[in-house]
């Protein structure tokens, strides 16, 4: 019998996915799994790596050994958040111990909300369910849709976030704000609020390392690691 094919979908109008395929590539090749590099998004394989959730997504989400990669839930752009596929959602490594990973900040305590807007969705149904319950409420877009600075710089000022699966929930998390989710695949469901009227401050030191396993720098991809702990844990 053969050895198995890693396919490796990537758009080549995009860098970064151009990046990444050849950091997968480095990676397979020091872990010995064979693989190819394609932009032919129906290319069959034994394994399938999906580059963001446009390029090659549908075609293979529900392949039983489909690699999905997406963005970071820190350090973007140097790093990305990689799992394998479970048809809509992600089933993330699951490691013992710490990686590397933010420090957590406090919780805030205030009643000024930020919506943090998923990519097509306006955020004005959210904004207008947590209205009547906070004092202040601004939206803030997704990146490719008119969100524009650092989210570090916008979430500051707010003590509350709500969205559903935006990844921005996380880092609004991490920074000490309440979050709410409207999103049942949301990776902050763990430690998130069901409501604006009940909000909750668990504490997140769990839900942070567990989430360490799902988020890879571009060197730890190239050297194999990755490939390791996909296979093995």
């Avoid at 990046?19 to 010995?32: P, V």
């Avoid at 990519?119 to 601004?138: F, K, M, N, Q, S």
């Avoid at 650092?150 to 000022?157: E, I, K, N, R, V």
């Avoid at 902050?188 to 390392?209: C, Y």
């Amino acid at each position: 019998m053969g050895k198995s094919l890693a396919v490796i979908h990537r758009n080549p109008a995009l860098n970064h996915q151009i990046k990444l395929a050849e950091q997968f590539a480095a990676g397979f090749k020091r872990s010995g799994q064979a693989w190819v590099i394609t932009s032919d998004q129906g290319k069959a394989g034994d394994i399938h790596v999906v580059l963001g959730p446009h390029y090659a997504l549908n075609q293979w989400r529900n392949h039983h050994r489909c690699v999905w990669v997406d963005r970071a839930f820190w350090g973007d752009p140097e790093c990305v958040s990689v799992g394998w596929s479970a048809g809509i959602d992600r089933k993330f490594p699951a490691g013992a111990g710490w990686r590397n990973h933010p420090e957590l900040v406090p919780w805030t305590d205030g009643r000024d909300c930020i919506v943090l807007a998923d990519y097509g969705d306006t955020g004005l149904d959210l904004a207008a369910l947590v209205r009547p319950h906070c004092e202040r409420v601004e939206i803030r877009r997704h990146p490719a849709e008119g969100g524009s600075g650092a989210l570090s710089d916008a979430l500051q000022g707010f003590q509350i976030a709500i969205g559903r699966n935006t990844s921005a929930l996380v880092e609004a998390a991490i920074s000490g704000l309440s979050v709410v989710c409207k999103s049942p695949r949301s990776p902050v469901m763990p430690i998130a609020s069901a409501s604006i009227r009940d909000l909750v401050q668990p504490d997140r030191n769990e839900w942070l390392r567990g989430l360490s396993w799902a988020n890879w720098s571009g060197s730890e991809i190239e050297s194999g690691e990755l490939w390791e702990c996909l296979t093995t844990a």
